[in-house]
């Protein structure tokens, strides 16, 4: 099991720009990061490999950007342009494998196993 820890949420005003951090504790392939809005189910975010491929979502392409850094065991999602409707609780998770992650889906929570805690974002 991968140990995840997410920092960097807080407040920001819309067209304002947060970077989440997530640090794994040991070896990771895939990376997501996902988000949950109260009331809402959580949805896939970003996506990451490690020969660094990425895919996003529709609702933040352009204005999120996910990046690895392999010898530090981290992964950065860089936001930009937040606004209110990007308020939600974000998440950290590792891919089961990359084959299970292909299978199910690069933004499908359930190819996930290992999850962060989480750390709340609010844009108003």
């Known amino acids: 099991h991968v140990q995840l820890v997410e920092s960097g949420g807080g407040s920001v005003d819309a067209g304002g720009s947060l970077r989440l951090p997530c640090a794994a504790s040991g070896y990771t392939t895939c990376m997501g990061w996902f988000r949950q809005a109260p009331g809402k189910e959580r949805e896939g975010v970003a996506f990451?490999?490690?020969?660094?491929?990425?895919s996003y979502a529709d609702s933040v392409k352009g204005r999120f950007t996910l990046s690895r850094d392999v010898a530090e065991d981290r992964v950065d999602l860089e936001m930009k342009s937040l606004e209110p409707e990007d308020t939600a609780m974000y998440y950290c998770?590792?891919?089961?494998?990359?084959?299970?992650?292909?299978?199910?889906?690069?933004?499908?929570?359930?190819?996930?196993?290992?999850w962060g805690r989480g750390t709340q974002v609010t844009v108003s």
């Open positions: 990451i490999t490690s020969a660094d491929g990425t």
């Open positions: 998770a590792a891919g089961m494998s990359r084959t299970y992650v292909r299978l199910k889906g690069e933004l499908n929570e359930a190819a996930y196993g290992d």
